[in-house]
Each structure stands twice: as structure tokens, then as C-alpha cells.
């Protein structure tokens, strides 16, 4: 079982930036970041493939937002800029457990959850 502790959320005013960390207890294969605002169900962000070679993003997000990947670490990054009251939601990251082909946007297909962290967006 891999756990996956995430840091870096908070309080920012619109425009400004945040960067999200999540590192893992073991190997991880594809790992993506999903965000769940209050009332809502969860989304997908962003997710990046094994080797950091591919990534995708949410229409929402692209170009303001960056996944990057640092496999030594084990750890998995979100870099956020310019962001919108709108971005406000829990941001979790996810980590699959089997080496697959692509990149996967569907919530149920990520085998690790990690906790979950505020990130909210003043006007």
C-alpha cells in the first residue's frame, strides 16, 4: 500500500500562485492531481505518465497550471499561477499502482488517494 502525503495548499488572492507537492511512500506509476469544490464532484486537473514524458490537463487549468514529476524523490508537483477564485476546492493527488498505456482522467482508475488539501482563491 502507498500513502501519499500532500503539501502546499492554502489561502491566495486571485492572480497569485500556489505550488502542491505530494510525495509517495513507494513506487507510483501515472499520477494526477483531481479537485472536489463544495457541492460538486470531483475533477480531474491534471496527470502526468511514469517517465514525466506525457502529461495532460483539464481545459480549465491549461496553461495556467503545470504537473511535473520528480521520480527520485517519488514525489509529484502542481505548480498553479494565475489562479481564479473559481480554482477554490480540495486538491488531491492520485497515484496509479500498475504501469498502464496513456494517461487516465477517470477518478476510478487511480489506486492511491492522497489527503486532500484547501486550496481557496479570494477575489
Known amino acids: 500500500q502507498v500513502q501519499l502525503v500532500e503539501s502546499g495548499g492554502g489561502l491566495v488572492q486571485a492572480g497569485g500562485s500556489l505550488r502542491r507537492s505530494c510525495v509517495a511512500s513507494g513506487r507510483s506509476y501515472g499520477m494526477g492531481w483531481f479537485r472536489q469544490a463544495p457541492g460538486k464532484e470531483r475533477e480531474f486537473v491534471a496527470a502526468i505518465s511514469w517517465s514525466g514524458g506525457s502529461t495532460f490537463y483539464d481545459n480549465s487549468v491549461k496553461g495556467r497550471f503545470t504537473i511535473c514529476r520528480d521520480n527520485a524523490k517519488i514525489t509529484l508537483y502542481l505548480q498553479m499561477n494565475s489562479l481564479k477564485p473559481e480554482d477554490t476546492a480540495v486538491y488531491y493527488c492520485?497515484?496509479?499502482?500498475?504501469?498502464?498505456?496513456?494517461?487516465?482522467?477517470?477518478?476510478?482508475?487511480?489506486?492511491?488517494w492522497g489527503q486532500g488539501t484547501q486550496v481557496t482563491v479570494s477575489s
Open positions: 492520485a497515484a496509479q499502482r500498475t504501469l498502464v498505456v496513456g494517461i487516465t482522467t477517470v477518478p476510478d482508475r487511480y489506486d492511491y
